[in-house]
């Protein structure tokens, strides 16, 4: 990135002062262009990584990856419910040390996105929302009502103050460089200049909604927040709307057809998805890196000057902090890092590349409007065999300005066809869906499509991850039954009819009791040979077990798109009182949509026998008793010092399998190594899992429904494109922080709702087991780029092929190696018609027994050229081990 002389000086002079413990105001505003920072407009880089969702140990090396990827903004969300878990009641230590995460950020010279919300949206539990707020007398969220606008002005008015008592706040000298407010404001922090700040979250449907109360309360949480005096722009996402001075902004996979709502402020993208969220019982989603690159393109060359990545990493919903609901406890979103910190291939590398690029081209892009104009003619247009118009599949958007500074792009919409244009007097190759990024208007140094083939000569790796066996057993197994004959009588509530489950529970366990008796007489039929009566239980959600005189009757399921469901199943009722009880259980509160006030949750009936002599029984109506939790809960079995609190059984668990309502407890020891570590649920059914005490979330074997036939990165993403894991778990791995972990005797506790094998439980190491790359013999860098664009007087760079292992890994074998024609994709490469004979050896010398290796592209370093006068390409594939047991050939040369 190009960075003149007295920028850079403001730049040292600031953060020099800073260090010092003195502070110098530096200023952020903005116009149309861009985000201005002292002076100097910006092209911002930003990547959202949420606190709450790793833990603080975590929380540099993610950083640090981010700004080696790139990035110059970190973007988070700020977490009321976990903030003010009670009113007035504030918690800020652990994964919600929030002042711990700027700084962490501050220290890596980074700014920060601050979306203060409150309302998040985020796939959270509530949507970020306190559920306590839900009952405050006369409440209606997010519209003009004073109660909501109170509580929300003081808790936003809480995290500014903290803010600036930490001299957090560009303009105070820190990092947060924009702000989000409430209703989709914006609010970014860079540690060393605040920039921009958030209030509100996503509120144009919700203001439309709204009507007149809508539109009121945006405009007086704007104004709220404008008040505060953070000194930093805030911003509203999703909000056409907007009012002066709050910038609206954008969320979505594409946003290049977005404008301001005014002339005057710059084009922000707050949420480029990188990915999409996970359900349980629904496949992964993944976006295709040539995608994303192709759609941050498209935004750029259309003037836009700030891109976040939603999710730049996603982490993990430890807790009962998913919502949804049914959202997975993993939030990895695709992201660039994954779920448990290790970098994402080609995902990370090629974004990486793209920032390089876009950066090359930063003094034109931020000083300049783009002119576009169509590339292609007739010719190439029934060469191509189309019959759609050519105007505007074929663009060049060019940024011209003063001394000869000049950017391209050169933009392919087609989704199936490459095509050769003429530009500048020059002749291009574009790929389908494609852009090329022209620094200076003549060389192309970066291609979104072209993944293999790296802005700067170094190929872009791919990794292949698997969850490998530790050396940590989990040892002396011990059950204890949550029986229901244990309930207690004298903490039931009673009451007539059914109860609404979110009212009784606020929030404090997933579970709630519901218990009716039901009296028999013995002159029933049924008694006597007939057939069994039958019971129908409609719920509004999540989940339900009902059980008939102690024992599991059944299950029903709700889904995230279908909450309400109907539990239908034949029950063996006896002559005299049965005792129905019904466990209706929450898998993560709604997190989206109007009026969080009305929503509900748990078994609303009807709930009714049938066939029965006189026909059905509506027991809606009679007298229920309700239990909040579980006994195992209420006796706090997940703590180290609460698990003597029960005579547990030891014994073989074999005759635990398939028993419902079990809690379960083992001790392991930590596995050596410092590769991220999971368990193996894949034998269980249903429910939740703490080690030491600590959440590691809800599981759920729920097996995936979709379709996962292929994915092609050309062509518009939605999330039904791209899927992967059908007739597989959702979810099966769950993430364990090394953090967590003592070197010894570790509690694992589980509560296990259906039943299952938990002597099949282990746990995991996720690992780095290969790597792969491919770069052709002649292809632009920017090094080349640079040399030929000043005419220096240097010898051309060489391609090379990087490879590089996990830290603590070395290559250990070679496993495919072809420098010549090969085809395939990692994994999969084979030979091709030309190949060079000492393509294993060399990449044998070089690499085996390093941790990272590299490989110049050219004939002498492959012996005599294999196939003149054809372009070659190296493609390697290499295995990663860890470095004890790196050995010395390769395993396969298919």
């Not at 009670?86 to 002042?99: C, H, I, T």
């Not at 090329?436 to 083939?453: G, H």
């Not at 409609?538 to 339900?544: E, F, I, N, R």
């Not at 090094?783 to 590089?804: A, D």
Request: a neutral charge; charged letters at 15%.
């Amino acid at each position: 990135m190009e960075t003149n002389s007295v920028s850079k000086f403001l730049f040292w002079f600031c953060l020099v002062l800073f260090m010092g413990f003195q502070l110098i105001q530096c200023s952020v505003t903005y116009d149309r262009k861009a985000i201005v920072i002292n002076g100097q407009r910006r092209l911002l880089i930003s990547g959202s990584i949420h606190y709450p969702r790793s833990t603080p140990e975590m929380w540099g090396d993610l950083i640090q990856k981010a700004k080696d990827g790139g990035l110059d903004v970190i973007d988070t969300y700020v977490f009321w419910n976990v903030h003010e878990p009670f009113p007035g009641n504030y918690n800020f230590e652990g994964r919600n040390d929030l002042v711990r995460f700027i700084k962490t950020v501050q220290k890596a010279g980074l700014y920060v996105h601050l979306r203060i919300g409150p309302y998040i949206c985020a796939e959270w539990n509530f949507g970020g929302f306190p559920v306590w707020l839900k009952y405050v007398p006369g409440i209606s969220f997010r519209t003009e009502n004073e109660p909501f606008k109170m509580a929300m002005q003081g808790f936003t008015q809480k995290i500014v103050q903290m803010m600036k008592s930490e001299n957090l706040f560009a303009s105070q000298g820190g990092p947060i460089i924009l702000s989000q407010y409430i209703q989709q404001l914006f609010f970014v922090s860079k540690l060393l200049f605040v920039l921009e700040e958030e209030i509100e979250n996503e509120y144009g449907p919700e203001s439309k909604a709204f009507g007149d109360a809508g539109h009121s309360y945006m405009s007086w949480a704007a104004n709220m927040a404008v008040e505060l005096g953070t000194g930093v722009p805030w911003v509203m996402c999703k909000e056409d709307d907007a009012p002066d001075p709050v910038i609206n902004a954008c969320n979505g996979f594409y946003c290049d057809a977005f404008s301001p709502n005014r002339p005057y402020k710059p084009t922000l993208w707050t949420e480029a998805w990188s990915g999409w969220f996970t359900e349980f019982g629904g496949t992964i989603h993944q976006r295709p890196v040539q995608d994303l690159a192709f759609a941050v393109a498209r935004f750029i060359q259309k003037g836009g000057s700030f891109i976040n990545y939603y999710m730049y990493h996603g982490g993990t919903n430890f807790g009962r902090t998913a919502g949804g609901p049914f959202i997975t406890t993993s939030y990895d979103y695709d992201a660039p890092i994954d779920e448990y910190g290790l970098i994402r291939q080609p995902k990370y590398g090629h974004l990486k590349e793209l920032h390089r690029a876009v950066k090359l081209c930063e003094r034109a892009l931020v000083s300049a409007d783009p002119t576009v104009t169509s590339l292609g003619n007739l010719q190439q247009l029934i060469l191509i065999n189309w019959v759609d118009s050519i105007i505007g599949i074929f663009q060049a958007h060019v940024f011209s300005y003063e001394s000869g500074v000049c950017a391209a792009f050169l933009s392919n919409y087609n989704t199936k066809s490459a095509v050769r244009v003429m530009f500048n007097n020059m002749h291009y190759n574009l790929p389908p869906w494609s852009i090329s990024i022209l620094p200076d208007c003549r060389n192309v140094v970066f291609n979104t499509a072209k993944v293999s083939e790296a802005g700067h000569g170094v190929g872009v790796q791919t990794s292949q991850m698997q969850m490998l066996a530790s050396n940590s057993e989990l040892l002396s197994w011990e059950t204890y039954d949550e029986e229901i004959s244990s309930l207690d009588d004298n903490s039931m509530i009673t009451a007539v009819g059914l109860l609404e489950q979110i009212n009784v529970t606020r929030d404090t366990s997933d579970y709630l009791w519901y218990m009716t008796s039901v009296e028999i007489t013995s002159s029933e039929s049924f008694l006597r040979g007939g057939q069994h009566p039958t019971l129908t239980v409609q719920s509004t959600g999540h989940a339900v077990h009902v059980f008939i005189n102690g024992q599991l009757s059944g299950s029903a399921f709700g889904t995230r798109e279908n909450r309400r469901f109907t539990f239908t199943g034949n029950v063996n009722l006896r002559a005299g009182i049965n005792r129905i009880a019904l466990l209706s259980i929450a898998v993560g509160l709604p997190n989206v949509g109007p009026h969080f006030e009305t929503w509900n949750t748990g078994v609303l009936g009807p709930v009714v026998l049938h066939g029965l002599d006189q026909g059905k029984r509506d027991l809606s109506w009679q007298k229920w008793s309700y239990q909040v939790g579980l006994k195992g809960e209420a006796m706090n079995l997940v703590s180290p010092n609460g698990i003597s609190s029960v005579d547990w059984i030891r014994g073989s668990l074999v005759a635990q399998q398939q028993q419902p309502l079990t809690w379960y407890k083992a001790y392991f020891n930590a596995p050596e190594g410092d590769e991220p570590l999971a368990l193996d649920m894949g034998s269980m059914g249903k429910g939740q899992v703490w080690i030491n005490g600590q959440s590691i979330g809800r599981y759920w074997m729920a097996y995936a429904h979709g379709d996962c036939n292929g994915c092609s990165y050309s062509g518009t993403f939605r999330p039904p494109k791209c899927q992967q894991g059908c007739g597989q778990p959702t979810q099966r791995w769950y993430h364990v922080p090394r953090s967590w972990l003592k070197p010894t005797q570790n509690l694992l506790v589980l509560f296990e709702e259906l039943g299952g094998d938990a002597s099949r439980i282990s746990l995991v190491k996720r690992s780095v087991t290969s790597v792969c790359a491919e770069v052709s013999e002649y292809h632009p860098t920017i090094k080349n780029w640079q040399i030929e664009n000043y005419g220096k007087s240097e010898e051309l760079h060489k391609p090379k092929v990087h490879l590089r292992c996990a830290p603590g890994q070395s290559i250990s074998a070679i496993k495919f190696a072809s420098f010549g024609t090969p085809s395939g994709t990692c994994g999969s490469f084979q030979q091709g018609t030309c190949h060079a004979p000492t393509s294993y050896a060399t990449l044998e010398k070089k690499c085996i027994g390093q941790q990272r290796c590299a490989v110049t592209i050219s004939n002498s370093n492959f012996g005599a050229d294999p196939c003149p006068n054809v372009l070659k390409r190296l493609s390697v594939e290499a295995v990663c081990a860890p470095i004890a047991s790196t050995t010395t050939g390769p395993n396969s040369r298919g």
